[in-house]
């Protein structure tokens, strides 16, 4: 059974539900804890969602420098697929390991909605278990969720397909190119804004469309629908 | 000891929302003139005099701004 860590940091909120939704798709959630630097041999990590050290200074950018991270950093370089949620999609651009930042949403307030999205490249490690061009909903959350790079930067993930989701039915945060989540270059590290990890139950979520998340790292082969 | 002074701003090209709400609140204050404002952050490190600009460089760089989004000058008083 593969081993998906699951990282706490201090003001982490969605860290039990993304351990809740690597159990679900059949894997062991392994959590890992921001001051301990040992990754426990796990396959897999996920840094989750909430507002990590209070988003203090700018959002992730205290939590790059936080022990656990320094592993995650040289693990994700050794290949280790590595899933960054909202505010774990923003420690991984402040860690850049994916190019790019998140700022403030251009219409200043939160955003909570149910979000339909497609994936725009299901060869990595994590969306392996959707076809390219799914649309799936899940919830996305966010007040600082607007994903800007440079021209240069956002023609290289275009051209070399490392856009992974990209938001439909109007953009919600004033991310460029309407860019919901991205790839590095050997695609094991995926950023993204959404929320999969609230939609893998129907009794809770909007669905059950971000198991797959989850179902692909977990190693289970979903039949293409 | 010295005081060193970082100011942050983001990127002209970067969307500043918080700059134009304060506009937005400028106009409902009833001042006029203020056609833009681009809100930064304001950083003063006490530091030894042993520690170098290079070094403050490095601080400014990795850790106070973020390079993808934001200038950084630095200014000794």
Redesign the interface.
């Given at each position: 059974m593969p081993r998906i860590g699951v990282v706490t940091f201090p003001g982490s909120l969605d860290d039990r539900d993304a351990a809740r939704a690597v159990r679900i798709a059949g894997a062991e959630a392994v959590p890992l804890w921001h001051a301990d630097p040992w990754l426990y041999e796990v396959d897999a990590v996920i840094l989750p969602g909430g507002f990590s050290y209070g988003d203090y200074?700018?959002c992730g950018?205290i939590a790059r420098?936080s022990p656990v991270m320094e592993s995650v950093i040289g693990a994700a370089r050794d290949g280790m697929p590595v899933l960054g949620i909202c505010n774990g999609f923003q420690v991984l651009?402040?860690s850049h390991l994916l190019?790019?930042?998140l700022?403030?949403?251009?219409?200043?307030k939160f955003v909570c909605k149910e979000q339909r999205l497609r994936v725009d490249n299901a060869n990595t490690p994590w969306t392996s278990a959707y076809r390219d061009g799914q649309e799936i909903v899940v919830p996305l959350k966010n007040g600082e969720g607007?994903f800007?790079?440079d021209q240069r930067t956002l023609d290289e993930l275009e051209v070399n397909g490392r856009v992974v989701v990209r938001y439909l039915d109007g953009n919600p945060n004033?991310s460029y190119r309407d860019i919901a989540g991205i790839c590095n270059e050997a695609g094991n590290v995926v950023g993204l804004m959404p929320h999969p990890e609230h939609a893998v139950e129907a009794l809770t979520g909007s669905g059950t469309d971000g198991l797959g998340f989850f179902l692909a790292v977990a190693g289970v082969e979903l039949a293409a629908s | 000891m010295a005081r060193v002074v970082v100011d942050v701003v983001l990127k002209p090209e970067i969307l500043d929302p918080q700059g134009q709400a304060i506009v937005g609140a400028l106009g409902r204050l009833g001042v006029e003139g203020v056609t833009s404002v681009r809100q930064g952050k304001h950083f003063e490190l006490e530091v030894d005099d042993n520690v170098q600009d290079d070094a403050v460089a490095k601080i400014a760089d990795t850790l106070l701004s973020n390079p993808v989004i934001e200038n950084y000058t630095i200014s000794r008083k």
């Amino acid at each position: 059974m593969p081993r998906i860590g699951v990282v706490t940091f201090p003001g982490s909120l969605d860290d039990r539900d993304a351990a809740r939704a690597v159990r679900i798709a059949g894997a062991e959630a392994v959590p890992l804890w921001h001051a301990d630097p040992w990754l426990y041999e796990v396959d897999a990590v996920i840094l989750p969602g909430g507002f990590s050290y209070g988003d203090y200074l700018r959002c992730g950018a205290i939590a790059r420098f936080s022990p656990v991270m320094e592993s995650v950093i040289g693990a994700a370089r050794d290949g280790m697929p590595v899933l960054g949620i909202c505010n774990g999609f923003q420690v991984l651009c402040e860690s850049h390991l994916l190019p790019g930042a998140l700022v403030r949403n251009d219409h200043r307030k939160f955003v909570c909605k149910e979000q339909r999205l497609r994936v725009d490249n299901a060869n990595t490690p994590w969306t392996s278990a959707y076809r390219d061009g799914q649309e799936i909903v899940v919830p996305l959350k966010n007040g600082e969720g607007g994903f800007v790079a440079d021209q240069r930067t956002l023609d290289e993930l275009e051209v070399n397909g490392r856009v992974v989701v990209r938001y439909l039915d109007g953009n919600p945060n004033g991310s460029y190119r309407d860019i919901a989540g991205i790839c590095n270059e050997a695609g094991n590290v995926v950023g993204l804004m959404p929320h999969p990890e609230h939609a893998v139950e129907a009794l809770t979520g909007s669905g059950t469309d971000g198991l797959g998340f989850f179902l692909a790292v977990a190693g289970v082969e979903l039949a293409a629908s | 000891m010295a005081r060193v002074v970082v100011d942050v701003v983001l990127k002209p090209e970067i969307l500043d929302p918080q700059g134009q709400a304060i506009v937005g609140a400028l106009g409902r204050l009833g001042v006029e003139g203020v056609t833009s404002v681009r809100q930064g952050k304001h950083f003063e490190l006490e530091v030894d005099d042993n520690v170098q600009d290079d070094a403050v460089a490095k601080i400014a760089d990795t850790l106070l701004s973020n390079p993808v989004i934001e200038n950084y000058t630095i200014s000794r008083k």
